[in-house]
């Protein structure tokens, strides 16, 4: 399958490829995919994904990491520097509970994000059943318990359940 492809059919005209200077301590895969495919300039969950000197490295709880989505400079969705999965961080930063793990790469999220918003708005029957499946053929740790995913999968199957 073509990850690539199947986040530019997902988000579309949204994504915006990077073209500021990244820093040299984002990984090189993060920093291909930032250059080479971009983040979305359209909010989502009420977050704004960051552009231009926003990307900039900081450090939280002993963590470096890059924002990549966040909300009046507080960054929620970040690319963890050293690993390069991406964490969501409480929106309080006083808030001392450790952040979610969300995907393994910032392309993982681009594309489970936009398979979970085409299925909000295309639900079927099958629709929560069917992103679980896709989700776990391409990041079974995404599924893991207390990740982001897995509660946005709790959410959805209640759903289906009402």
């Not at 994904?49 to 450090?59: I, R």
Request: charged content about 25%.
């Amino acid at each position: 399958m073509d990850l690539t492809g199947e986040i530019r059919r997902l988000w579309g005209d949204s994504l915006a490829p990077v073209t500021a200077e990244i820093d040299d301590t984002v990984p090189e895969r993060t920093r291909a995919f930032l250059t080479g495919v971009g983040l979305p300039t359209e909010p989502i969950w009420g977050l704004d994904f960051e552009h231009g000197d926003a990307l900039a490295p900081f450090e939280r709880a002993g963590r470096r990491c890059l924002p990549i989505a966040g909300s009046a400079g507080i960054p929620i969705f970040v690319v963890e520097l050293d690993t390069g999965v991406v964490l969501q961080w409480p929106p309080d930063p006083a808030e001392s509970d450790p952040p979610d793990f969300v995907n393994s790469d910032v392309g993982l999220f681009l594309l489970t994000a936009g398979r979970y918003f085409a299925l909000i708005r295309h639900a079927g029957d099958d629709g929560t059943a069917a992103f679980r499946r896709e989700l776990a053929a391409v990041d079974p740790d995404a599924l893991a318990a207390r990740t982001f995913w897995s509660y946005k999968v709790v959410e959805l199957q209640s759903e289906d359940d009402a």
